[in-house]
């Protein structure tokens, strides 16, 4: 490819992913996710206890001459995924044992900056049908900003709420492509390492927006692409098989966009009205001399009417109070302080948000 350099969302593109990325402006994607070769250094058929073949990695894509050949090739994808990703975007990379640290290495080398490391945990994981080692049960993930200091998004309350109101965890319980996920071509898998759905609408929905463009490099049969059109996003594919790149225009042609985009944006606090606890106080939602509690009835504080909390020695925010009473350097009063409705305690958080729903 050559010309010009231009951003060609939606589309999936043939070819060396290296050489390709090099022709896609800088400072162009907002996040990269990477599912690149393991290098598993296979040696020889993998056979279950009845002497049938496992179905593993062996694709020439999969091959390299050694750790220094694969080494380069990763340190050739990362330079062009850092180049093209804006100042604020994030890098997403998949991998095993054979791959994840010698990639971690060159992240870090290339100045990328690394956030979490991600386990996914597989509930249905392949046997060791050799019985010599652990059962391989995960993979890691690796998400970085582009550089130390660097701003970033992070959609928190998104990931708190797919995860049942509680913080999302850094290890993720999902299970692997089974069943009528499963791309099938000829009767057999169509590709060796399909990813789930579920894991992508995670990595998708975690770090992007609305119209977000997430560039993947090793695009397989699509599934970065089907799961960021289903979300809103646009996508960039880079697939060096025609055979998967086919498979992908295909599943991702019969996908449908979001009628609703708000639907899938996500609602992160700065795109709500903030609201001061005092108001909750001027409002009548908690009056003058009303007793907060923590969770386990352990403190209290009494409510004044401009907003400030009042205990047997200190007086200030709700913050501030929780912070005095557990002795500790900060708190989240609106998570800390509970009132009582009807013998039950609930976070006064829930009131903020009635309220909130009120000035809509």
């Known amino acids: 490819m050559g010309g010009s350099k231009k951003t ?17 402006p800088a400072d162009s994607v907002d996040v990269v996710f990477a599912d690149p070769p ?47 990703l804006k100042r604020t975007g994030t890098l997403w990379v998949i991998g095993t044992y054979h791959n994840i640290f010698r990639i971690g290495a060159i992240v870090q080398d290339e100045g990328f900056w690394i956030l979490n490391d991600v ?15 652990f059962t391989n049960a995960h993979e890691t993930l690796i998400w970085c900003s582009r550089a130390r200091g660097e701003r970033y998004r992070f959609n928190y309350r998104a990931m708190k709420a797919l995860n049942d109101g509680l913080q999302m965890r850094s290890d993720w319980l999902l299970p692997l492509c089974t069943g009528p996920e499963r791309i099938k071509a000829r009767g057999r898998k169509a590709h060796p390492t399909q990813k789930p759905e579920a894991l992508l609408h995670r990595v998708i929905l975690a770090s992007t927006e609305v119209g977000d463009l997430v560039l993947d490099p090793f695009f397989g049969t699509g599934t970065t692409g089907a799961v960021a059109k289903r979300l809103g996003r646009t996508f960039i594919g880079i697939e060096s098989d025609p055979e998967y790149a086919r498979i992908a225009e295909s599943r991702i042609a019969a996908i449908e966009e979001p009628a609703d985009p708000a639907l899938v944006a996500p609602l992160e606090r ?14 009548g939602l908690l009056a003058p001399g009303a007793v907060l509690y923590d969770a386990r009835r352990r403190h209290t504080a009494r409510v004044r009417a401009d907003g ?53």
């Open 8 to 24: 060609v969302a939606n589309q999936v593109l043939l070819g060396d992913c290296v050489e390709i990325m090099a022709t896609l």
């Open 38 to 84: 393991y290098n598993l250094q296979l040696e020889g058929a993998l056979l279950r206890p009845n002497n049938s073949k496992v179905a593993g990695v062996d694709a020439a894509w999969d091959r390299f001459d050694g750790f220094r050949s694969y080494d380069e090739f990763t340190r050739a994808w990362l330079t062009q995924a850092r180049r093209v």
């Open 119 to 133: 386990v996914w945990r597989k509930t249905n994981p392949m046997p060791n049908f050799r019985g010599r080692r």
């Open 270 to 283: 700065r795109s709500e009205p903030r609201i001061p606890f005092g108001w909750l106080v001027e409002r």
């Open 308 to 360: 400030t909390l009042v205990t047997a020695d200190f007086r200030g925010s709700i913050h501030a109070a929780g912070a005095h009473v557990q002795n500790a350097p900060a708190c989240n009063g609106w998570q800390f302080w509970c009132t009582e409705v009807r013998g039950r305690l609930v976070p006064i958080d829930l009131l903020r948000q009635q309220l909130r729903t009120q000035l809509q």
